[in-house]
Structures are given as structure tokens and as C-alpha cells.
């Protein structure tokens, strides 16, 4: 028997202790065995399907001061932008008719400007045509995201960050992890599908940490995992951080996928951007989903939450050909439905 038996063990009953998912982060020593047995698990539970959704980010305006993030309140040197209400209907228009995504993701800094009524206004005529809209816009009351489901939104992204509080309170001044956790707990109530994640390599941020942070979204049974590393960005207090680990979001979004095996797992931007075939690799090694970027002009260069973001001139178009083909390349195929976690 090889001492890497418990990883198909892994694979039917989806339960690693918390040492067995350090054992798998900590160095490459289980990596080619973890990526082949998240690629059977995804195989089995989620199939060849990849499902591609439609990203609009509208606003880059945040109120807050995320330490990590290019869209803190206090970088001055980012030009701001908030697109109308009429140009992200049309671009969610010409996403879903030109393009054919059957999902919408709306995304934003948290801008007070988008008041429930105006959100409602907006999530209603994109209801129209016929998508699903996930909204990943941030903290908000419950009867905000009550507001919002009843428009017509279907999922919410929130991601946890971390769950190690005392990191998660260093570099999120003025937020609590306490009222991030409960917007997760009220979405799940309001009978969204509910997205989480982490980002992977934070300073000060161990092992141990991460495989809680696995442990957490498996216990909230979170419908879809957004999984990506931290890339430091120049304009924020973080920019002498290290970051930039591939591997090991790689490894841990493969550990997800063997805890939570029917989950929607996206294939994150940021890992594009730190290898050219970033995105295609995670498909490989646990993840089911892709966002393209269907932001128009000027807006797209300016949504900077890490330097270097990929597929910054990438057009609706070309992402749907060029995800088309590459998907294709390596046996998969591009989902034709809306794509929600099947329970
Ligand atoms: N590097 C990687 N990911 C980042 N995010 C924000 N800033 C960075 C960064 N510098 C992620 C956060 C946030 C999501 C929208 O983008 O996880 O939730
Ligand atoms: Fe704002 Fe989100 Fe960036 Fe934090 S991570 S500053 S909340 S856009």
C-alpha cells in the first residue's frame, strides 16, 4: 500500500482530516496523485461540462480599505468609474444574446451608489433574458439580499477571505469576520446558491489556516469555491508581500474539490495571471467553471484588484472561440445549461 492510500479514500467519502490536508498543502510531495484524483472526482460528480459565465464589473467606487486590494478606498492613484444602470443592462444584453453566457455575474467595489432600488431595477431587465445572475458585490443587510432575490438574482460570491479572524481583522481594517460570516449564513437562508472562497498566500497566513479555511467552507456546504492566489498589488500597504503562489492554490483547490465534490469550482483569473495557461491547468486539477471578463472599453483596464490581471484585452468574443478551443483541447466541453450546483 502507498502511504497515499487515504487520498482515494479521499475520493469516496470526501472526509480528510485536518493533518491529511496539511500533509497535501504543506509541498509537492502528494501534488500529481491530488490533481488526478480532484480531475476523477470532478469527472464523476460535475462531468466534462465547463461552465462559462458572463463577468461585468460595474463599479470599481469601494467604500472600504482591504489592505490587499487594488480598489481600497485610500489607493488615489486608480481612476474610478461606475458604469449606468443602461450600460450594464446592455453589456449583460449583447453577454447573453451576442454571446450566449447563460450566466451574469455582477460585480462591484461596494458602492453606496447602487441603492437596493436601483440594484432591483437593474437585476430585473437582466432577468428578461433568460440567464442566471450572480451578484458579488459585497456585505449587505439581509433584507438588502432579500431585495435582490426577489428581483431575480440566483447566487451570491462572497468569499470568506480567510478564517483566521486575527489575519482577517489585520487586513481588513474596520471590517468584522463575524458580519462576513452571517452575510454567508443569510444568503444560504434567502435560498441562494451560495460562493466562498479564500485567497491563498496571504502574509502571516500557514498551512494550518488554510486547511481550517477548507474545513469551513465544507462544513457551511458552500455551493461554489472561488479559490485564487494573492497577488500583491503596488498601490496598497501590501506590496512587499510575497504572494504569488500557484502551486499552492492549486493544491488547495483540488483538496476542495475532494471535500465538496459536486461544488461549481471556477478556474480563477488570478491564477491565469501568474502562468499563461493558468486557467486551463486548474480545469485540470479539480476546478469546473470559467468567468470571462465581458466588460467593455476603458472599464476593463481599470478594475485592478491585482496588477497584471490576464486576459486584460481579452473580448467577449475571443474569450468564448479561444475558451471554446482550449477546452476542447484538453476533452472538455462548454456546459449548455445554466450550470447551478445539482444538490
Ligand atoms: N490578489 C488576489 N486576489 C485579490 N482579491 C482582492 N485583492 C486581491 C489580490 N491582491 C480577491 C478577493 C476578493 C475578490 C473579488 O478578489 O478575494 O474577494
Ligand atoms: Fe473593496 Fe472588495 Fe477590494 Fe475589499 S476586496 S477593497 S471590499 S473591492
Known sequence: MSDSNFLQCAADTHVLSKEQIIALLRDDKYEKELFSTADEVRRKF?????????????????????????????????????????????????????????????QSGEDLWFTPERLKEIISEIKKFDVAITLSIGEKTFEEYATYKEAGADRYLIRIETTDKDLYHRLDPDMSWEARKQCLVNLGKLGYEVGSGIMVGLPGQTMESIADDLIFLKEMNIDMAGIG?????????????????????????????????????????????LHPDGRIIALQ???????????????????????????????????????????EAIGRKIGTGYGSRKK
Request: proline residues 7%; positive net charge; glycine residues 6%.
Open 46 to 106: 460535475v462531468g466534462d461540462e465547463v461552465h462559462l459565465r458572463g463577468l461585468i464589473e460595474f463599479s470599481n467606487i469601494c467604500k472600504n480599505n482591504c489592505l490587499y486590494c487594488g480598489l481600497r478606498r485610500d489607493n488615489l492613484k486608480i481612476k474610478r468609474y461606475r458604469m449606468s444602470p443602461e450600460e450594464i443592462v446592455g453589456l449583460a444584453s449583447r453577454a447573453a444574446h451576442d454571446y450566449g453566457f447563460k450566466t451574469i455575474v455582477m
Open 229 to 273: 492566489p494573492f497577488i500583491p498589488h503596488p498601490d496598497t500597504p501590501l506590496k512587499n508581500e510575497k504572494g504569488r503562489a500557484f502551486n499552492l492554490s492549486l493544491r488547495t483547490m483540488a483538496v476542495m474539490r475532494l471535500l465538496l465534490p459536486d461544488i461549481n469550482i471556477p478556474a480563477t483569473t488570478a491564477m491565469e495571471t
Open 285 to 327: 486539477c479539480g476546478a469546473n467553471v470559467i468567468m470571462p471578463n465581458v466588460t467593455e472599453g476603458e472599464y476593463r483596464q481599470l478594475y485592478q484588484l491585482y496588477p497584471g490581471k490576464a486576459a486584460l484585452n481579452e473580448t467577449p468574443l475571443y474569450s468564448k472561440t479561444n475558451f471554446g478551443m482550449r477546452i
